[in-house]
């Protein structure tokens, strides 16, 4: 019998370790001791840890820390759900002798379990990783017991690229884009929302024509992303946003308004 260990208890670790511990043995572990399930560890801590789910934050220390968690628990798969810049999984696959899966996560914090649950759970590997056929089944079978449909992307790159360009940039592109049709629509002293109503029925037909609240892009996720990608364009998003909040006084709370 062997076990599922997520480490990291955060707002997606946390909701990774609910989701798979319906059907498998999986138990939590975090460096704030006081956020894990003490008894489920040590209950199964002579249990070898068959996948090893990786939900930690990314930062310039995330491939050595990866290492250690890999030292400390020995598994035979690792899974990165984690948000990382690219070809990270690459890097991670030609220093390690186990399989290397990245699936990245998707879904709004507040309700991360329901949206893993209805969200596709995209996963790839590296060509030349070990036991690849079988690395990838063993997933598609986790996800499948815990009712999550799962689907295999050609190449790690492809799937860190699009969980940082088509979704948070874009999301924040969107936002950004809000934000400077708010700023000349207070120009001009006209409602924003009756502006924007001019596009409805183009948005209802076509679905090209989407009205985003222009509020303060705060959160961890659209701006810290853009680190992961270092590109001067995308970059905008940071500049107008942090201008943004110093002309529009209630910029922080205006999508809650606009939300309602």
């Given at each position: 019998?062997?076990?599922?260990?997520?480490?990291?208890?955060?707002?997606?670790?946390?909701?990774?370790l609910?989701?798979?511990?319906?059907?498998?043995?999986?138990?939590?572990?975090?460096?704030?001791?006081?956020?894990?399930?003490?008894?489920?560890?040590?209950?199964?801590?002579?249990?070898?840890?068959?996948?090893?789910h990786?939900?930690i934050?990314?930062?310039?220390?995330f491939?050595s820390?990866?290492?250690?968690l890999?030292?400390?628990?020995?598994?035979e798969?690792?899974?990165?759900?984690?948000?990382?810049?690219?070809?990270?999984?690459?890097?991670?696959q030609?220093l390690?002798?186990?399989?290397?899966?990245?699936?990245a996560?998707?879904?709004v914090?507040?309700?991360m379990?329901?949206?893993?649950?209805r969200?596709?759970?995209?996963f790839?590997i590296e060509?030349?990783a070990?036991?690849?056929?079988?690395?990838?089944?063993?997933?598609?079978?986790?996800m499948?017991?815990?009712?999550?449909k799962?689907?295999?992307?050609?190449?790690?790159?492809?799937?860190?690229?699009?969980?940082?360009?088509?979704?948070?940039?874009y999301y924040g592109?969107?936002?950004?884009?809000?934000?400077?049709?708010?700023?000349?629509?207070k120009e001009h002293h006209?409602?924003?929302?009756?502006m924007?109503?001019f596009?409805?029925?183009i948005h209802?037909?076509?679905?090209?024509?989407?009205?985003m609240y222009?509020?303060?892009?705060?959160?961890?996720?659209?701006?810290?992303?853009l680190?992961l990608?270092?590109?001067?364009?995308?970059?905008?998003?940071?500049?107008i946003?942090?201008?943004?909040?110093?002309?529009?006084k209630?910029?922080?709370?205006?999508?809650?308004?606009?939300?309602?």
């Open positions: 019998m062997k076990k599922n260990t997520v480490v990291g208890l955060g707002e997606i670790g946390s909701q990774i609910k989701l798979i511990s319906k059907n498998s043995i999986s138990v939590g572990y975090d460096i704030d001791k006081n956020i894990m399930d003490h008894k489920s560890f040590i209950k199964y801590e002579n249990l070898k840890t068959e996948i090893l990786v939900c934050p990314f930062n310039n220390k491939e820390n990866l290492i250690s890999y030292n400390k628990f020995n598994p798969l690792i899974v990165i759900h984690s948000t990382v810049s690219p070809y990270t999984t690459k890097k991670i030609d390690l002798t186990i399989p290397i899966i990245y699936s996560t998707r879904g914090h507040k309700r379990l329901h949206d893993l649950k969200y596709t759970k995209f790839a060509n030349n070990p036991r690849k056929k079988w690395a990838c089944s063993k997933f598609v079978r986790l499948k017991n815990s009712n999550v799962a689907m295999r992307m050609t190449n790690p790159v492809t799937l860190e690229l699009a969980k940082i360009i088509c979704d948070t940039s592109w969107l936002i950004t884009y809000a934000q400077l049709s708010n700023l000349i629509a006209v409602d924003y929302n009756e924007w109503s596009s409805d029925e209802k037909f076509l679905g090209n024509r989407p009205k222009p509020g303060f892009i705060g959160g961890h996720c659209v701006i810290p992303n680190e990608i270092h590109n001067q364009t995308l970059d905008m998003i940071r500049t946003n942090a201008q943004y909040a110093k002309k529009v209630n910029a922080k709370s205006i999508a809650q308004k606009y939300s309602k």
